[in-house]
Structure formats: C-alpha cells, structure tokens
C-alpha cells in the first residue's frame, strides 16, 4: 500500500484480555517501529524491529507487553491481561533503513480502550 | 535522558499570520530532528527532517532550522491558513542511544479565519 496501515483503528476491550494490534509498514521499508501515546503527550517509543529481529525493546513498559515480525514485513504488538492504563493510542513506524537520514512514516494508529 | 520540550503548548492566530514554533532538546548528541503534524484522532505526517549537519530544511511555506549546540529547532509558518490547524510535534533522534524517536508534547495551533 501507499502508507503504513493499522489494524484495527479502535479496539475496546474488558481489564485482564489480552489484545492483539497489527501493523502493515511500507512495502520495503526493512525498519519497523512502535510508539504509545497517551492523551496530551507526545509518543513515546515501545520496540524496533530491523528485519524479523527486535533490535531495540528497551521502551516495552513491563513483560506483559511482546511484538513479532515474524517474516520481515507485518507486525503484531502483542498485550496480555490488559490494565486500564495500557488505554492509549498505539502508533506504528516504518523506515527504509536505519542510517541516520532515514525518516519514519507513521500509520493512523490503533486507539486501545481498556474497561 | 533526552528531554524535549516545545512552547508554546499553544497558540491561535488569525489567518495570514506568520508564527514560529519552538522545540528544545537537552541532548545535543543528536542524529536528526523531525517535525510531524497530528490532525485529532490521526496519525502524524512528517513535515520536515533536518539532519545533524543541516541549518534547515525548507517545504512550501514551512521552513524548519536547527542549532545543534543550542539544542533548539524553530518551524517557520509563513502565511498561516486555517488548514494549518493541527498539533505539531517535534521529535529528535539521539546519536547514540538506537534508532528511537524522542517526541516533546507538541504545540496545537489554531488559525481562525
């Protein structure tokens, strides 16, 4: 497709289920990143992915949180026995590569309700 | 830690105004600096990207620059129209700590008509 696409683009879901949000990046993009963002602040960054690897997970909050990249293109962030705080709007990234001058595109996000 | 900040947090202006948004980072270690826009309940649209070794950046009637050893980024809105309405976001990406964005909390402008 044209841009980075997310499925699906609003998810409500009851404290304790588990969750699953896709990403679609740009055909070609080899790099592949996750933000969170909460109401009235700036996204904060979760995973990358470099090709099928996480290079960099260091902003997944707590181990209840896990993503996949299993064959170098789609993603799935991953959340199990969902608290009310993980309510937010979760973005995913894709660029070229990761040389410095590589700019991220971002998809329309996936807005997350926990009841 | 990197720390971005932007001020305003917000602003309206009447159409046709020229305004400029402020972006500081503490970090000058920086690989690039990236402005994005976000529509409510959308996703952000990159507008500009100045690498470390740039001033500025220039697309239409934004222009962005970038003072590395000051830790500060400008965007530059010439002409403002009501279209521009929207927050945006500053986000730099540090030299020396992986590929993560780090984004401030953005400005929301507003121009009436």
């Known amino acids: 497709g044209a841009g980075v696409s997310q499925t699906p683009s609003n998810k409500v879901t009851e404290k304790g289920k588990y969750v699953e949000l896709r990403c679609d990046p740009i055909s070609g993009h080899t790099a592949l990143y996750w933000y969170r963002q909460s109401l009235g602040q700036g996204p904060e960054f979760l995973i990358y992915?470099?090709?099928?690897?996480?290079?960099?997970d260091s902003g997944l909050p707590n181990d209840r949180f896990f993503a996949v990249r299993p064959e170098g293109s789609v993603s799935t962030l991953k959340i199990q026995r969902t608290e009310r705080g993980d309510s937010a709007v979760y973005l995913c990234?894709?660029?070229?590569?990761?040389?410095?001058?590589?700019?991220?595109?971002f998809g329309p996000g996936t807005r997350l309700t926990v009841l | 830690k990197q720390e971005v900040t932007q001020i305003p947090a917000a602003l309206s202006v009447p159409e046709g105004e020229n305004l400029v948004l402020n972006c500081s980072f503490t970090d000058s270690a920086i690989y690039n600096l990236q402005w994005f826009r976000q529509d409510p309940g959308k996703g952000l649209t990159s507008l500009l990207l100045i690498q470390s070794s740039q001033r500025e950046q220039t697309s239409g009637r934004l222009n962005a620059s970038l003072d590395k050893s000051s830790g500060r980024s400008t965007l530059y809105i010439a002409a403002s129209q009501p279209g521009d309405s929207a927050t945006y976001l500053c986000a730099v990406r540090n030299s020396n700590s992986g590929y993560a964005l780090n984004f401030g909390k953005g400005t929301s402008l507003l121009v009436t008509p």
């Open positions: 992915f470099q090709g099928t690897g996480a290079a960099d």
């Open positions: 990234a894709s660029s070229f590569a990761t040389g410095g001058y590589n700019e991220q595109f």
